[in-house]
């Protein structure tokens, strides 16, 4: 046909095309027509095939949960469920847990397109003892509708302009118990240190709370609220669920209580409450009920404290095994700390110049993966209806074709730009982690101080990890002694 028409005039072609026209129109619409039913078809053998993915359901109910209680247990951490799990069947599998079939999702096309269909195709599952905890008006909890219009009047605190007045409370409180710390110089551990930080500093920032005593009280009923998250919801007296259900009670109380006292003008502090109870006046649509505020009060220092103060406690693991990052960070931080004031406090310029800091964070996120695994459940996609997807942040992190070397911690990989939905320790989406910016700048402001004033030593170097914790962290909580530089 080819070299027909290569010895065809130009005449003789069009000639041939009016000829045949009515010809090459039905064969284009044949082609169109077979291609379209092809493709159908070949779409649902690959969904076909991709419901038999590799991995044991085992028995009814059961399946695997024993040896991922077992995982959780254990010093290794659950992860090491999925490892092993990897290990026997590949990089895909299924797996059976409390009576819920699970698939591990561990490519970056698939993170793609369950965040970029969450709510429609996917869902969080509802979860009740989570509802009941953290209450139904969370973030967590709420329907597509409200969650977009909830997430909206919560954002703006959030965003990185908003954020000034909290780096530089944050730094000040943070000078003065390092400084504390540094002049007992006794060993403490990191991890309890920034989880009381993380916690003073996101009570101030969203409430004006700074009375220790107030501060510790709620402290204590937020985690008892948090443990109950995942636990059976069986209200008998000694169970996590019962304690965490009381302590929510005295959080809501003691809410209540700050709320009325605005509410009468006794108190009016310049915070995120205050921000939020300013709209009274405006239509439903524009502002957060009472019981919306409630819960996402409590939702935000629960989501907050544990993750950042987690991500602190790594990267002072990380950089104390490797010097050499270390010793950048070090420069960098010391050269903004000498362009200021002596015992002036950082500012959000200052952290814009933390560029070497900015990837320092990256790569403890990358590594640390303080949330292993994003839970979802398929509304009947290629993968069945009902089913549990995780997408695997940790795989995809630990992906060696997207991270070469992906053991060794090396901040500078992120010179380069990563490809989508292969950096998401912040989750992606419509439900991307709401406090993004402020646990960014949470550890950058932390690493500042740290790096620009002193040197440390690890006083205990055992890397095993805390059991029954569905966050990675070191047993130790990593305990270390300061050295003023
Ligand atoms: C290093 C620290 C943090 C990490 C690694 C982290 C990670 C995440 C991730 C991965 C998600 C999405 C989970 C999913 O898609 O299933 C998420 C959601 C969320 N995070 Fe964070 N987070 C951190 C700090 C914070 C802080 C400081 C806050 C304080 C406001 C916060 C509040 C929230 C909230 C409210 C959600 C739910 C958002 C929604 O469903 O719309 N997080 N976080």
């Not at 949470?442 to 914790?469: I, N, P, Q």
Request: charged content about 25%; proline content about 5%.
């Amino acid at each position: 046909m080819l070299s027909l028409i290569t010895y065809l005039s130009k005449e003789e072609l069009l000639l041939h095309l009016q000829y045949y026209y009515y010809d090459i129109f039905i064969a284009a619409v044949f082609i169109f027509v077979a291609t379209y039913f092809l493709s159908k078809a070949w779409r649902r053998i690959s969904s076909t095939e991709r419901a038999h993915i590799p991995g044991r359901l085992g028995l009814p109910f059961l399946g695997e949960t024993i040896s991922f209680l077992s995982a959780t247990n254990s010093t290794k951490g659950c992860y090491d469920f999925v490892r092993l799990r990897r290990l026997r069947h590949g990089k895909w599998f299924k797996t059976r847990i409390f009576g819920k079939t699970h698939v591990f999702v561990p490519s970056i096309e698939g993170a793609k397109t369950i965040f970029s269909n969450d709510f429609a195709q996917f869902n969080k599952g509802y979860v009740k003892s989570m509802a009941d905890a953290v209450g139904e008006k969370s973030l967590l909890c709420v329907p597509h509708e409200s969650h977009k219009r909830i997430r909206r009047l919560l954002s703006d605190p959030f965003s990185m302009n908003s954020l000034s007045d909290f780096v530089q409370k944050f730094d000040k409180m943070l000078c003065q118990r390092l400084k504390k710390l540094e002049e007992e110089r006794k060993s403490f551990v990191v991890l309890d240190f920034c989880m009381k930080m993380t916690f003073d500093a996101m009570c101030n920032m969203l409430m004006s709370i700074t009375d220790d005593s107030l501060l510790r009280k709620i402290e204590k009923d937020c985690t008892d609220v948090s443990n109950a998250m995942l636990s059976f919801p069986f209200m008998i007296p000694g169970t996590r669920y019962y304690r965490g259900i009381k302590a929510r009670e005295h959080v809501m109380e003691t809410f209540r209580e700050m709320i009325a006292r605005r509410r009468s003008g006794t108190e009016a502090p310049e915070d995120f409450l205050q921000s939020m109870l300013e709209k009274e006046s405006l239509p439903p649509g524009e502002k957060l009920d009472d019981s919306e505020l409630l819960d996402n009060l409590l939702t935000m220092i629960i989501a907050g404290q544990t993750t950042t103060a987690a991500a602190m406690m790594w990267s002072v693991k990380f950089l104390d095994e490797n010097r050499e990052a270390q010793d950048r960070l070090r420069e960098e931080q010391m050269s903004i700390a000498r362009n200021k004031p002596v015992g002036a406090s950082l500012t959000p310029e200052d952290i814009s110049k933390m560029s070497y800091g900015s990837k320092v964070v990256k790569e403890t996120l990358r590594m640390s993966n303080v949330l292993l695994w994003f839970p979802r459940v398929a509304r009947g996609y290629a993968i069945r209806k009902g089913w549990h997807v995780n997408i695997d942040a940790t795989c995809i992190h630990y992906d060696p074709d997207l991270y070469p070397q992906p053991l060794q911690f090396n901040p500078s990989r992120f010179d380069e730009m990563q490809k989508p939905y292969s950096f998401i320790p912040f989750g992606a989406g419509p439900r991307t982690c709401l406090g993004i910016n402020m646990a960014k700048v949470t550890m950058l402001v932390f690493l500042h101080r740290l790096t620009s004033e002193y040197k440390w030593t690890v006083d205990d170097l055992d890397g095993s990890l805390e059991k029954k914790a569905h966050i990675p962290r070191l047993r130790s909580g990593c305990p270390i002694t300061l050295r003023p530089l």
